[in-house]
């Protein structure tokens, strides 16, 4: 029953979630008619924009990606916006739990607490049924892509978007953790989604500096395995690395559950 | 060992045994070197004033903090420890102060959820509390009263079997009417099960109206405790008037708790040997001496203010 009682704590952060991502997939689809009809507008891109910059060839890169479905679905879809929405949910829902309830009244954390079942186990449910509904917050609307496609009279590999889905998943379950590390040490819910949101932004901003660099290293890029969509192969390294620590995270959280007072 | 014997010293073993418990968070002394007994059958009022360690004695011996010392053991298992609190948990019943529940679940919910935990649950008894508090089934909790969110969280600890009801403040913050339905469902529930009750309270009025021992906690430790048969026969007031002011007298019989100066009279409150206490006063020529019994508003008034 922890398990009924985490779905009903979490149940709305995901069915938002859900909703969210289902719609930006729908959409992903069914914008590419009209970016195939700006697509003679990209072929120029050179008359418009320098590229013999940095960002210039970055432009102008993204839009040669875009020449085919398969790069637009990666380019955008995939690596805006289901990374960064799914990324937001990630947070949302590593945020919160027996901390956070003992905080506010009606927050049943004692009630929890004078069950018998340990505190590894009520806290381990939690993380179980939260990493369960950011599967299915990942899986399900990039299964749409595939599904979809045929609408608009394109095809789209399932094989592929299992992949990106599970590289965002395994590599982004690092945040969910990081936000649930931080609801063991804070009695609020802003301040691990805040920490974990601000940690992620900057994240963000340093691996795009660095891509102007060449440098093609960041927990965002394993996440859109784009290593996978280049024909290189996984990012099996990024991964491990991510799901060490993540496990980590998940551990320093339930230690620290299991020494505190309330 | 035979059986019997076996049977003999379950009966004899204490349902919370607590020696020298400390608590302390940070600079505060929530405990400070706090013992406690409390046999099987018993419903043990645990009295104090607000901030005396009540709560936290409460959350020590169901494992929801740690002791900085000493030792708190529930049906014998040490407290804790967190296997054993687990089991603890499985036997007992507990009530916060208040009444703690999960505000975004609907009664019915919160009922199906905690029966899961255990597997005796009592269905019959779910189903006539339910009627008898007249518990709107559908309503989510948060939209309970007080009065009615207390009887729900007494029908999760009642339905369970438990053989220990721990209750923080049962009653706190409902009006005399509840209190009372409340305090009732209590009585009648322990008369028909075999359990030990332990429940906290700044209500001496409802500790002498249902409990048969008693503790009383100041500042993180007892200062008296027994049964309240016991504490009724052996707590007396010797009252003493003067025909001038009262002489500024100490008495070495055992058993004095106070003595206090009031103009011509001098009163002692003496919890054993009030005869022995009356033998010495009389060498002091009062005009006229009293032995009275004592409430347990006295007692716990007295007590406490004794620390001062």
Known sequence: ?262 | MTDRADGARRADALVIEAADLHKHYGSVQALRGLSLQVPPGSIHGFLGKNGAGKTTTIKVLLGMARPTSGRARVFGLPADAQESSVEIRRRTGFVSDDKDLYDYMTVAEIIRFTAAFFPQWRADLERTYARTFELPLDRKIRALSRGTRTKLALLLVLCRRAELLILDEPTSGLDPAVTEEVLQTLVGHVASEEMTVFFSSHQISEVDQIADRVTIIDRGRAVVSGSLDDLREQYRRVQLIFDGDAPDATFRAPGVVRVRRSGRILTVLSSAGAERILDEARALNPVSSDVVPVTLKEIFLESVAAED
């Open chain 1, 1 to 262: 029953m922890l398990w009924y009682k985490s779905w009903l704590e979490t149940r709305w952060r995901f069915l938002i979630g859900l909703g969210l991502l289902s719609i930006a997939a729908c959409g992903a689809v069914f914008d590419y008619p009209t970016v195939l009809k700006l697509m003679p507008l990209a072929n120029n891109i050179e008359t418009t924009i320098d590229t013999s910059t940095k960002i210039g060839r970055l432009v102008k890169q993204a839009a040669a990606l875009q020449a085919t479905y398969r790069g637009f679905i990666w380019w955008q879809w995939v690596r805006q916006n289901l990374v960064g929405i799914w990324t937001v949910f990630a947070v949302l829902l590593g945020s919160g739990g027996l901390i956070a309830a003992s905080g506010s009244g009606g927050g049943g954390a004692l009630f929890t607490l004078s069950l018998p079942a340990s505190r590894t186990r009520v806290i381990g449910v939690r993380a179980v049924t939260a990493l369960g509904e950011l599967l299915v917050l990942v899986v399900v609307p990039s299964l749409l892509i595939p599904l979809l496609s045929p609408a608009i009279g394109q095809s789209y590999s399932i094989v592929d978007a299992f992949v990106h889905a599970l590289c965002i998943f395994v590599a982004g379950a690092a945040f969910f953790s990081l936000a649930f590390l931080l609801s063991t040490v804070f009695s609020d819910l802003w301040r691990p989604l805040l920490i974990t949101g601000a940690i992620a932004c900057v994240l963000a901003l340093l691996e795009g500096a660095l891509a102007l660099q060449s440098i093609q290293i960041g927990i965002f890029r394993v996440m859109s395995g784009e290593s996978y969509f280049r024909g290189t192969g996984l990012p099996w390294l990024g991964l491990l690395a991510s799901a060490a620590v993540s496990a980590a995270l998940l551990n320093a959280a339930a230690r620290n559950i299991a020494r505190q007072d309330f």
